[in-house]
């Protein structure tokens, strides 16, 4: 029988741990572990030694449990069998992963599902050998960076899904911005995982995400991209989804040869109807009738007072831009309210905008709707009615502190007496610094 002499490994890149292929060992067999290295003998299923980086004889001084096993010499030379493993406690940094199906989410910015998916790597030391031998080798005779990740990916694929979830969800944030936060959602996931790895003998290092990304062929991508894209055109022209589809219309009308003036006019009467445009639109409007000859005749009703169009005899609407004149009442501008922010009307009443959604501010005098934390009314400079932001206490007086709870509710400029919100800074009327 031949005995092996001499047992060492020469490392291989990316394999962790390696069994010695013979088990005929005697006790002058010589064993050789290298730096970054450590050799494990089993006997019958059980560990009998363990061995650092150096040069060791396997008699019974290195393995007194050899000594039960043996008791009669073998001419000088004691034969054994055994099994040597070695453990491979280099560190590796690339052992990559990955989501191998995309994960359906909801954008909550834009309210889209989208197909998310990432990608990354990661590094791993075997810091208890004996542990990571005993727990996930087992009768392999090799184990390397693939069956690792094999044995590993459902942990990190699940907690990798749970983060990014959390992330949009949780923080509101868009698929499309959340690669601004790798690291911190690396940071996160290397110390929620490594204490799962860490009950297996293995170290976490160097956990990277290095994409968060939905597949660029994908319908809802190419939806959203498309529609930012059109978006970003509309901010630096200068013009809004409503505005556009209305100059469609105007052109569509004035392409149809049949139509003749009457088509510039009933979409100018749409327009005003259907998406409440302000002068600007009437303006254009106006522009494009006279440039198609289709100016209106002074003689026939009255100019319209917000874009100097013309107002037929007994007419309700401009044909120009859509402003509503109601001749029968007296009090039209009780009749209804003004968006402060897009300039929408609403029947007297509203408490929001039905174009913009912004809540009515309305002044207690003359009804116009002024923005938040407005102090005097823009119209007609009567105080608005103030709210405690601390009792929800709610007074049009002139009171500087809530005649409820005592908080401040108004400061005052010291040089022109103007009254101002608690966090202005600087006097609207004369520009002084408000202390």
Known sequence: MAFIDLVKWNSIP???????????????????????????????????GTFGPGRHTLDTNNIPILSKFFKIPFGGQSPFTA?????????????K???????????PKYQIMLPVRGFGQFGVQIENGAKFLIKIVGTLSQYDGNTLMSHFKGIVITKVKESIARKLVLEGMSILEINAHLSEISDFLQHDIEGDLAEFGLKLMQFKI?????PEDDPSVKQLKAALAKKAEMNIVGYSYQQERSFNTMESAASNPGGGGTG??????????????GGAMGNAAMGMAQQMQFAPSQSQGTPCPKCGGQIPVN????AACGFAVVQDSPNTEQQSCI???????APKGAKFCPNCGDVYNLCAKCGTDNPDGQINCRECGSQMPVKCSNCGTVTAEKCRFCPSCGKELVKTCSKCGE?????????????????
């Open 339 to 345: 968006c402060d922010k897009c300039g929408t009307k």
């Open 97 to 107: 992963w990955g989501t191998p199906d995309p994960i359906q989410l909801m954008d």
């Open 83 to 95: 099994e040597v493993w070695f453990i491979n406690k280099a560190i590796t940094l690339d052992v």
């Open 210 to 214: 290095l994409s968060i990304n939905a």
């Open 419 to 435: 009254l101002a919100a608690p966090n202005v800074k600087f006097c609207a009327q004369c520009g002084t610094a408000i202390q």
């Open 14 to 48: 990316g394999v962790y741990v390696w069994k010695f292929p013979s088990q005929e060992l005697s006790t002058l067999t010589q064993l050789i572990v290298s730096e970054s290295q450590e050799a494990i003998l089993l006997k019958e299923g059980k560990m009998i």
């Open 264 to 277: 510039i006019m009933g979409a100018g009467i749409g327009m005003g109807m259907g998406f409440g445009m």
């Open 315 to 318: 007419g309700k609407f401009c």
